[in-house]
């Protein structure tokens, strides 16, 4: 069954997408999807490398500015992602104010940023006939990404304040 926590996330989950415990959640992946240009979902993963809450009402992107998720996000302004962990499930509804931007450090491998708007959080739980049935475990990836890498310093870097053209 869902529900809407209306226009800002709950202090629960912008803490989970702050990026403070960083390193316990690498290796998570966080399904984002925009919508193309015929109105179809259009499905990415993310890690929680790339994405970062400021605050309930706001979250910083960052992805490759060349690719599909970007053009949709640049040309519909939408998306929505989906935090699916044995925790919570939860589907956040964004609008992006702007991006993509430059990622210093982060030219050579096309990468952008998204400055995104929180518009309403919906939270999934069991239904009582569903007798108390839980998700166990999120989506997973390997090898876990090293901090150290310049792609990873670069999309830190950028996600370390939000920003938006002037």
Excluded at 9 to 22: G, K, T
Excluded at 88 to 107: C, H, N, Q, W
Aim: aromatic letters at 6%; zero cysteines; charged letters at 20%.
């Amino acid at each position: 069954m869902t529900r809407s926590r209306g226009p800002a996330l709950p202090l629960d989950l912008a803490e989970r997408l702050s990026q403070r415990d960083l390193a316990a959640r690498l290796g998570l992946a966080l399904p984002f999807i925009t919508v193309d240009g015929e109105g179809r979902p259009h499905p990415m993963l993310l890690s929680y490398l790339e994405l970062r809450a400021y605050d309930p009402g706001t979250l910083g992107l960052v992805i490759l500015k060349s690719s599909r998720s970007a053009r949709n996000l640049r040309e519909r302004h939408v998306g929505t992602l989906l935090v699916v962990e044995a925790a919570t499930v939860s589907y956040v509804k964004t609008r992006a104010l702007d991006g993509p931007l430059a990622v210093p450090g982060g030219e050579a491998l096309g990468l952008g940023y998204f400055l995104l708007a929180v518009e309403d959080v919906l939270e999934d739980a069991a239904a009582e006939w569903e007798g108390g049935l839980t998700i166990t475990g999120g989506i997973q990836y390997r090898p876990v990404p090293s901090l150290d890498e310049p792609w990873a310093r670069a999309t830190l870097a950028a996600l370390a304040a939000p920003r938006a053209r002037a």
